[in-house]
């Protein structure tokens, strides 16, 4: 069961996207836009190390779906934590993946933040639904990837919107390689993910295989139908 809405054809609603360029993302907007007239697509820039990638390819991915993308500046987030995703002198590299690398890359309230952000445009452009990539493997670790999380976030804007646009997480239900697998269905271009939290030497070394989100890419493309995206990607 995916979280949507129940269409089974485009309608005149609309949506808007939290487009990270990562794979939740990028494939939450695969499936979405099959239903959803998806006219605005938010980047965040809180000073992540890997800030300009994740930019540069939520462009292009906007771009291929023809949607309007704006960068969001949130300069205080990198200023008012300490995580690995944004201090230049904290490693992204894990062995494994538990709590301890969960803890090392947790920003506080962010996925709230980019929420309750997209909801104010929402408000200002009528828009109807929120497209979230939250995801059934990094709920497990991440509470604000879990379904009670995406049922909070609906009921908050009940009350501090005048729009109550309805949050909506396509791949909330899935684990990674099943997001893969969808993705495959959809035939999205893989090559235009970014899901790396280490900023990329160039263009020919797109993920590092040692931050826990290579970490848990890599592991879900073994799982999936099609192994020769290891190649690609990385």
């Not at 540069?56 to 949130?74: G, Q």
């Not at 690995?84 to 062995?95: G, I, M, Q």
Request: net charge positive; hydrophobic share 35%; aromatic share 10%.
């Amino acid at each position: 069961m995916k979280f949507m809405p129940n269409m089974k054809k485009k309608n005149n609603k609309k949506g808007i996207i939290l487009l990270s360029s990562g794979l939740d993302s990028y494939i939450s907007l695969s499936e979405a836009i099959k239903t959803i007239d998806i006219t605005l697509a938010l980047t965040f820039d809180y000073g992540q190390k890997a800030a300009e990638d994740e930019i540069n390819a939520a462009k292009k991915i906007a771009d291929k779906y023809k949607i309007e993308h704006k960068v969001i500046k949130l300069p205080f987030l990198k200023e008012s934590t300490n995580n690995s995703l944004t201090n230049e002198n904290k490693s992204l590299e894990f062995k494994n993946l538990d709590v301890n690398s969960m803890k090392a890359v947790w920003v506080p309230n962010r996925n709230g933040l980019f929420l309750n952000i997209a909801a104010m445009y929402c408000d200002a452009y009528n828009i109807d639904y929120i497209i979230f990539g939250a995801n059934k493997e990094e709920a497990g670790t991440f509470s604000d990837n879990s379904v009670e999380f995406n049922n909070i976030a609906n009921e908050f804007f009940k009350y501090s919107t005048l729009k109550r646009p309805s949050v909506i997480s396509p791949v909330i239900n899935l684990e990674k390689f099943e997001i893969i697998n969808l993705g495959i269905e959809n035939k999205v271009d893989f090559s235009l993910l970014k899901s790396c939290y280490n900023s990329s030497d160039n263009e020919n070394k797109k993920h590092c295989k040692k931050c826990e989100s290579c970490k848990r890419l890599y592991n879900a493309i073994l799982k999936s139908n099609d192994k020769s995206l290891i190649n690609l990607i990385f």
